[in-house]
């Protein structure tokens, strides 16, 4: 069974910066593609950033590129989101998601697997 958990959530003031760590378990992810996605209250839960596990390749949602970056460590089976210049509107719970196929989708029903989420306030 494939486990997603995330960490690194925490408040932050705007324009600093928090590093997410998603560490996955349960099976080789090599085949797999690894997004972020996030959630603030009374708003859908919408694609953040994603990477196949495989070659690495990426995709970015606009309202984040420049400022964050995913990036991901074969040996410990993690996946980061570097987030820079935060700002109050990325304030959302962000979770983890795996798909069991290459390529990134920026829908989250094409994701198989989830984690609990991590809570991310940003304050002006």
């Known amino acids: 069974q494939v486990q997603l958990v995330e960490s690194g959530g925490g408040l932050v003031q705007a324009g600093g910066s928090l590093r997410l760590s998603c560490a996955a378990s349960?099976?080789?992810?090599?085949?797999?593609?690894m997004g972020w996605f996030r959630q603030a209250p009374g708003k859908e839960r919408e694609f953040v950033v994603g990477i196949s596990w495989s070659d690495g390749s990426t995709s970015y949602a606009d309202s984040v590129k420049g400022r964050f970056t995913i990036s991901r460590d074969n040996a410990k089976n993690t996946v980061y989101l570097q987030m820079n210049g935060l700002k109050p509107e990325d304030t959302a719970v962000y979770y983890c998601?795996?798909?069991?196929?290459?390529?990134?989708?920026?829908?989250?029903?094409?994701?198989?697997?989830w984690g609990p989420g991590t809570q991310v306030t940003v304050s002006s």
């Open positions: 998601a795996a798909r069991r196929f290459i390529g990134v989708v920026t829908t989250p029903r094409p994701y198989n697997y």
């Open positions: 349960g099976r080789a992810f090599s085949s797999y593609t």
